[in-house]
């Protein structure tokens, strides 16, 4: 019995915003019932709907715009007021600052070297070996570091693929909060302010009828 009434309890909370769509207009009929009020009090419930939904669909739309990364309405009519044409007139001289970015350059140095006009053949011999070791040693060299750039791109990769998929996350959960939340805020505003039209403008009929 007691697991079942857990399971109903997390059943009847799981449409969170239901509960504040209806709680609003519940609380606003019970005087009007109570008190059989008189056609004024109606007219005047439904406005406070109508303004309390206005809000509500304004909060909702700021909500949205803040996830999105767009200025909220004051600060979008504050910087459309300041771009309010002086009178003096004049056109605003823009600067723009270019950096340009370090480039990193990086060289190889390589000694070869050489026998004389006049060396014998074991002389010759003797520096061709030189030289061919000489390349060996830097094969070697550039295969390591080769084999660390790549080491090192494969673990940026990885790195690079966990960041992607934790920001895919986190931004799927926004997208979900958004549709889910600011949106459905929005919408409990719009569903306020039919009701209070309804009030308004039925308040003589509604009225005759409590």
Known sequence: MLVWL???IRWIAKPRLLWPCLSVPIACAFP????SAAEPLVRMTGLFLQLLGILTV?????????FFGRPSLV?????WLAE???IRGGTPTRIEVSNAGSVLVSGRLSVRHRAGPNANLEDRVRVLEGNVEGLENSRDELQGQLDQANQRLDRELAEERQDRGLQIKALGAQLETSQTGDLG???????WLMMGLVLST?????????
């Open 6 to 8: 857990g399971r109903l």
């Open 32 to 35: 009007l019932i109570l008190s």
């Open 58 to 66: 304004v909060y909702g739309i700021e909500r949205t715009r803040n």
């Open 75 to 79: 600060q979008s009519a504050a910087a």
């Open 84 to 86: 309010f044409p002086s």
């Open 185 to 191: 805020v929005s919408l409990i505003g719009a569903i």
């Open 202 to 210: 039925s308040s003589d009929e509604i009225a005759a009828h409590l």
